[in-house]
């Protein structure tokens, strides 16, 4: 075998090609990695903080709740199942809720859309990773409002003690949460009763229910959709979060993954450029390795092996400016719900993994005409040279 | 390993029978070695002589097993080159032949130490055991000091000299040099010469060596002439 120290050193003597190469490799890296991280911030923004236990039903045919339109008969029937918890006062944990997208001036003089959620006295309840971190509940029968963190200073008034101002009425800020980062944080809450009048909606969006176990919770599930009398779809809260974050991060992903393999085929050339040019440099050097005794596969594996390190640097170095970006925050419409979400670039091992074999996969890809080159060299020719 | 002098060989190391090499260019086949029979014993000394294109350095890669005839058996040590395949040539050349060229092929990135090793990379040896015959093998050229040099801090005789002993370190049957002292000055030459006295007269070594200059071929035992592909 021919020490990998030849191939590292020799990278090094060519150094500004070789960081070059890196860079162009590096860069499509990051563009992957980066996209990657973007889609898994946005599924785990969007489906973090749905609780296995709870249930949201919808009308049949819908996939969200803004579309959704649910008849508040069902809520009575739904609290009278079985499985449904209670409350510390004995009430079923059941809500009926209602969301409609509201528009807020912002800081900049723009106006952004969010989603306000009517809720019921159980929805805090019903959903214990929902907590608030200043203030207090908003109270039935009041337009006082609970803001989602994330919210807190987007628009004039969004702050506790503050006053919004939307549907020609005013809600004066009571309390502010959090969702351990999920979509709850981009809503603002207030009675369902006091929302729906002031858009003029009388129906619901969603019931929302906490059952007692996650065995119960489907035989919930089960018993709605046997029972005659409901419309209704009914999914687990995570799952219906899983199923919001798709449409986006499957756009992102699949976006993102196919700019990267375009600027791929570049970095791939550009190594492929780099190896060619290290080989024919060096056909003196190999074709005394193989006059010495080294067959033609050691040449060709120690070509293949040099452009690996190659691509593996630029993969390092490409994950590395990805890690960079953790601590961006990005705010855009989910185009499912119309609402404002915030997300970042999400890292996880297996991304990290795959970006460098992506980048290792680039760098050997482009290697592989330089070491079949290298390796069917004649031994004469390459002493000669 | 080579047989002593004064020991008796009973056949050559190096048995040539028969061995012609013509090279295509286009349409046209140029010969360049016709019908050679050469034996040369274990551990002689034998320089090779002729102008350009005269074919010795086709002869000696033919008898490295670097190149293969058109026609004839190239027999070293009882092995018929021609009948092996492009593995086994390798693995020959490993096992019994040192090569040491007229610009060195050192590579400039490892240190003296480390090209010496390179033909040990392909033997079970042990690292230990490998810088041990590194040591030594540097030590017998008088590069024992400068182990830890890369070849551009090396002088060119320096840098032959490595290479000699990254010939010698697998202790092979034949060393094989290709105008060894043509891009050195009298000094290093001398030197190089020297040493290659000393593999010959001190280790035994079989030698079989191609130069243009008579000053080399003067240390051999024998001088053979090449002309126009034919021996004289």
């Given at each position: 075998?021919?020490?990998?120290?030849?191939?590292?050193?020799?990278?090094?003597?060519?150094?500004?090609?070789?960081?070059?190469?890196?860079?162009?490799?590096?860069?499509?890296?990051?563009?992957?990695?980066?996209?990657?991280?973007?889609?898994?911030?946005?599924?785990?923004?969007?489906?973090?903080?749905?609780?296995?236990?709870?249930?949201?039903?919808?009308?049949?045919?819908?996939?969200?709740?803004?579309?959704?339109?649910?008849?508040?008969?069902?809520?009575?029937?739904?609290?009278?199942?079985?499985?449904?918890?209670?409350?510390?006062?004995?009430?079923?944990?059941?809500?009926?809720?209602?969301?409609?997208?509201?528009?807020?001036?912002?800081?900049?003089?723009?106006?952004?859309?969010?989603?306000a959620r009517?809720i019921?006295p159980?929805s805090f309840a019903?959903r214990?990773?929902v907590r608030l971190i200043a203030g207090r509940e908003p109270r039935m029968g009041t337009n006082e409002v609970a803001l989602g963190e994330a919210l807190v200073g987007r628009s004039?008034g969004a702050n506790l003690g503050g006053e919004l101002?939307?549907?020609?009425?005013r809600w004066p800020v009571v309390g502010v949460f959090t969702a351990?980062?999920?979509?709850y944080e981009?809503e603002l809450w207030v009675d369902?009763?006091r929302?729906?009048?002031?858009?003029?909606?009388?129906?619901?969006?969603?019931?929302?229910?906490?059952?007692?176990?996650?065995?119960?919770?489907?035989?919930?599930?089960?018993?709605?959709?046997?029972?005659?009398?409901?419309?209704?779809?009914?999914?687990?809260?995570?799952?219906?979060?899983?199923?919001?974050?798709?449409?986006?991060?499957?756009?992102?992903?699949?976006?993102?993954?196919?700019?990267?393999?375009?600027?791929?085929?570049?970095?791939?050339?550009?190594?492929?450029?780099?190896?060619?040019?290290?080989?024919?440099?060096?056909?003196?050097?190999?074709?005394?390795?193989?006059?010495?005794?080294?067959?033609?596969?050691?040449?060709?594996?120690?070509?293949?092996?040099?452009?690996?390190?190659?691509?593996?640097?630029?993969?390092?170095?490409?994950?590395?400016?990805?890690?960079?970006?953790?601590?961006?925050?990005?705010?855009?419409?989910?185009?499912?719900?119309?609402?404002?979400?915030?997300?970042?670039?999400?890292?996880?091992?297996?991304?990290?993994?795959?970006?460098?074999?992506?980048?290792?996969?680039?760098?050997?890809?482009?290697?592989?005409?330089?070491?079949?080159?290298?390796?069917?060299?004649?031994?004469?020719?390459?002493?000669?040279? | 390993?080579?047989?002593?002098?004064?020991?008796?060989?009973?056949?050559?190391?190096?048995?040539?029978?028969?061995?012609?090499?013509?090279?295509?260019?286009?349409?046209?086949?140029?010969?360049?070695?016709?019908?050679?029979?050469?034996?040369?014993?274990?551990?002689?000394?034998?320089?090779?002589?002729?102008?350009?294109?005269?074919?010795?350095?086709?002869?000696?890669?033919?008898?490295?097993?670097?190149?293969?005839?058109?026609?004839?058996?190239?027999?070293?040590?009882?092995?018929?080159?021609?009948?092996?395949?492009?593995?086994?040539?390798?693995?020959?050349?490993?096992?019994?032949?040192?090569?040491?060229?007229?610009?060195?092929?050192?590579?400039?990135?490892?240190?003296?130490?480390?090209?010496?090793?390179?033909?040990?990379?392909?033997?079970?040896?042990?690292?230990?055991?490998?810088?041990?015959?590194?040591?030594?093998?540097?030590?017998?050229?008088?590069?024992?000091?400068?182990?830890?040099?890369?070849?551009?801090?090396?002088?060119?005789?320096?840098?032959?000299?490595?290479?000699?002993?990254?010939?010698?370190?697998?202790?092979?049957?034949?060393?094989?040099?290709?105008?060894?002292?043509?891009?050195?000055?009298?000094?290093?030459?001398?030197?190089?010469?020297?040493?290659?006295?000393?593999?010959?007269?001190?280790?035994?070594?079989?030698?079989?060596?191609?130069?243009?200059?008579?000053?080399?071929?003067?240390?051999?035992?024998?001088?053979?002439?090449?002309?126009?592909?034919?021996?004289?």
């Amino acid at each position: 075998m021919i020490p990998l120290y030849y191939n590292t050193r020799s990278l090094w003597a060519r150094r500004l090609s070789t960081g070059l190469t890196v860079l162009g490799l590096g860069l499509v890296v990051f563009v992957f990695s980066a996209v990657l991280m973007l889609a898994n911030g946005i599924e785990s923004a969007l489906a973090s903080g749905g609780d296995p236990r709870n249930v949201i039903l919808l009308a049949e045919g819908s996939t969200s709740e803004l579309m959704s339109n649910v008849e508040r008969d069902a809520l009575r029937a739904l609290g009278s199942a079985p499985q449904v918890a209670s409350s510390v006062e004995g009430n079923p944990l059941v809500a009926g809720e209602l969301v409609v997208p509201v528009l807020l001036p912002r800081g900049d003089g723009k106006e952004s859309n969010i989603n306000a959620r009517g809720i019921g006295p159980e929805s805090f309840a019903i959903r214990p990773t929902v907590r608030l971190i200043a203030g207090r509940e908003p109270r039935m029968g009041t337009n006082e409002v609970a803001l989602g963190e994330a919210l807190v200073g987007r628009s004039p008034g969004a702050n506790l003690g503050g006053e919004l101002v939307f549907a020609e009425e005013r809600w004066p800020v009571v309390g502010v949460f959090t969702a351990e980062g999920g979509a709850y944080e981009s809503e603002l809450w207030v009675d369902v009763n006091r929302l729906g009048p002031a858009f003029d909606r009388p129906g619901l969006s969603a019931v929302v229910v906490r059952t007692g176990s996650e065995q119960a919770r489907d035989a919930f599930i089960k018993g709605v959709e046997e029972d005659s009398r409901f419309t209704l779809e009914a999914k687990s809260e995570p799952e219906y979060w899983a199923d919001q974050a798709t449409w986006l991060a499957t756009f992102i992903r699949v976006l993102g993954l196919f700019v990267s393999f375009i600027f791929s085929v570049g970095a791939v050339l550009g190594a492929m450029i780099t190896m060619y040019a290290q080989v024919a440099a060096r056909i003196g050097e190999l074709g005394m390795l193989r006059a010495v005794g080294y067959r033609r596969r050691s040449v060709l594996a120690s070509i293949l092996i040099e452009s690996a390190v190659l691509g593996a640097a630029g993969g390092v170095l490409g994950a590395l400016g990805a890690l960079a970006t953790r601590w961006m925050e990005i705010r855009t419409l989910n185009f499912q719900t119309f609402a404002e979400i915030r997300f970042g670039f999400t890292p996880t091992p297996g991304i990290m993994v795959a970006a460098l074999v992506f980048g290792t996969l680039m760098g050997t890809l482009g290697g592989l005409l330089p070491a079949l080159r290298a390796s069917r060299l004649s031994i004469l020719d390459a002493l000669r040279a | 390993m080579s047989t002593a002098p004064g020991q008796e060989a009973k056949s050559p190391l190096i048995r040539l029978r028969g061995v012609s090499k013509a090279y295509r260019r286009g349409d046209i086949v140029v010969p360049v070695l016709e019908n050679v029979d050469l034996d040369i014993e274990a551990g002689a000394f034998e320089a090779f002589m002729g102008p350009s294109g005269s074919g010795k350095s086709t002869l000696l890669n033919l008898i490295s097993g670097l190149d293969r005839p058109t026609t004839g058996v190239v027999e070293v040590g009882g092995q018929d080159l021609a009948r092996m395949s492009d593995k086994e040539l390798s693995d020959w050349r490993a096992g019994h032949v040192g090569f040491v060229f007229q610009l060195y092929n050192l590579l400039p990135v490892l240190t003296a130490a480390e090209n010496v090793e390179l033909p040990l990379l392909l033997t079970p040896l042990s690292r230990a055991e490998r810088r041990e015959h590194v040591a030594a093998a540097l030590e017998v050229v008088g590069l024992g000091h400068r182990m830890g040099h890369r070849p551009p801090q090396l002088s060119g005789g320096e840098q032959q000299r490595v290479a000699i002993a990254r010939a010698i370190v697998t202790d092979p049957d034949l060393l094989i040099a290709d105008e060894p002292t043509g891009d050195l000055d009298r000094k290093s030459a001398e030197q190089v010469l020297d040493l290659f006295e000393v593999l010959h007269h001190e280790l035994h070594k079989t030698l079989v060596m191609v130069t243009h200059d008579p000053h080399a071929a003067e240390r051999a035992d024998l001088v053979r002439h090449l002309e126009k592909g034919l021996l004289q």
